[in-house]
Nanobody, 114 residues
Framework: QVQLVESGGGLVQPGGSLRLSCAASGSIARFVVMGWHRQAPGKQRELVASITRGGTTIYADSVKGRFTISRDNAKNTLSLQMDSLKPEDTAVYYC????????WGQGTQVTVSS
């Protein structure tokens, strides 16, 4: 079992930045895919960004050019740098590790509002 703990969420004004972190209780090096997902009120959970063990990244069209995903195998941490935040980025953000298995964090709230 792997425990995931997200941090870094909060309230930010439009145009601002936040950096989310996901700390794993064990080694993340064995996981093929790691990603960030988000769920806004009344909407389905969606993929925001993912990164493979080899470093290949995928971003949702809505965040391309604004968000950057990274993983640090030495620190067992997944990060999401979010810049130029918009009100529509408001959601609970979850990290996920997959292959082998699938593990989710408990989520961290991001609110973009003036």
């Amino acid at each position: 079992q792997v425990q995931l703990v997200e941090s870094g969420g909060g309230l930010v004004q439009p145009g601002g930045s936040l950096r989310l972190s996901c700390a794993a209780s064990g080694s993340i090096a064995r996981f093929v895919v790691m990603g960030w997902h988000r769920q806004a009120p009344g909407k389905q959970r969606e993929l925001v960004a993912s990164i493979t063990r080899g470093g290949t990244t995928i971003y949702a069209d809505s965040v391309k050019g604004r968000f950057t995903i990274s993983r640090d195998n030495a620190k067992n941490t997944l990060s999401l740098q979010m810049d130029s935040l918009k009100p529509e980025d408001t959601a609970v953000y979850y990290c996920r590790l997959a292959q082998p298995g699938a593990y989710w964090g408990q989520g961290t709230q991001v609110t973009v509002s003036s």
